[in-house]
């Protein structure tokens, strides 16, 4: 009986569940991949669409891995991922993060920074658009659904804040043309503000519909460097150019004064709408 309750101990605990909990959705991730992409490339799809495909069932493998996963062992309902009141998540969350997004560029067009080259076709976007939607939904999962959601039911909601958001800016470390400041800006404007997003409505559907619209919106319509990586087909062609605290350089608008501003003005606002929600570190309860 003793080592039974040892092995629940461990295994329940913390940076257990965390661990197993990314484990397990790396896994599913990689085979969704991998599969897609073998049954796909003996069709007639253009590339483009077999991509978007991939991207839709790999992201689809992860979150059904994720409630699986921790619907057995936490023995509980997964509420992060109801479909009540997902299509309010989406449509908030795509304006919010567009919104964002789109002041972060008018900063840059404000100092004569921003020039549109071309309008370009439909077409164009869906790259970004696959891209934006596969790593939102992952993202979102691994650092709020795993780390920040465990993280917090012992920390606490701030400290979980501080540490997940630290967590994400330093992954962000490892992108091409990365600086400290870019993952500094990293952590302050994604971390804290899908941070508090998940805080505010407990659900996961409303950060990953913020983050999937700011990227989407940096990449796909105005055209600008993602978090280093390089250009992507896009609505328009720009040439983005200034002050590299304005335009982030080759970072991109992310890697930006004003998008700090911005983002964090956006998680103060609603840490304070959720603050009802906010959980106390288990030592002060």
């Not at 921790?70 to 567009?98: D, M, W």
């Not at 790259?127 to 979102?140: K, L």
Request: net charge positive; with cysteine.
């Amino acid at each position: 009986m003793e080592i039974i309750t040892t092995k629940k101990r461990i295994l329940n605990a913390p940076i257990t569940l965390i661990l197993l909990g990314l484990l397990v959705c790396f896994i599913a991730f990689i085979i969704a991949q991998q599969v897609t992409s073998k049954i796909l490339d003996l069709t007639l799809l253009d590339k483009n669409y077999r991509n978007l495909i991939k991207g839709i069932i790999a992201s689809a493998a992860v979150i059904g891995a994720y409630s699986y996963f921790f619907r057995k062992i936490e023995q509980r309902e997964i509420t992060e991922f109801s479909s009540k009141g997902i299509i309010n998540y989406s449509i908030t969350g795509i304006l919010i993060g567009s919104l964002l997004q789109s002041l972060t560029v008018l900063v840059i067009a404000l100092n004569g920074g921003f020039e549109i080259v071309a309008i370009n076709a439909i077409s164009n976007m869906i790259i970004p658009f696959t891209v934006a939607f596969s790593v939102a939904i992952f993202e979102e999962i691994l650092i709020r659904g795993i780390i920040f959601r465990i993280a917090e039911e012992k920390l606490g909601s701030y400290i979980a804040l501080l540490l997940s958001a630290i967590i994400f800016g330093a992954l962000h470390l490892i992108n091409p043309n990365s600086t400290l400041f870019s993952g500094v800006c990293v952590a302050i404007e994604a971390g804290f503000l899908m941070g508090a997003a998940y805080i505010y409505k407990r659900n996961l559907w409303f950060p990953i519909a913020i983050h999937f619209a700011w990227n989407f919106t940096q990449s796909g319509i105005f055209g600008a460097i993602t978090s280093g990586n390089e250009k992507t087909s896009s609505f328009l062609t720009t040439k983005i150019s200034g002050n590299s605290l304005i335009t982030g350089g080759e970072f991109g608008p992310e890697a930006t004064i004003q998008a700090i501003i911005f983002c964090l003005l956006a998680s103060m606002i609603l840490i304070r709408l959720g603050k009802a929600k906010l959980i106390s570190p288990s030592w002060n309860r």
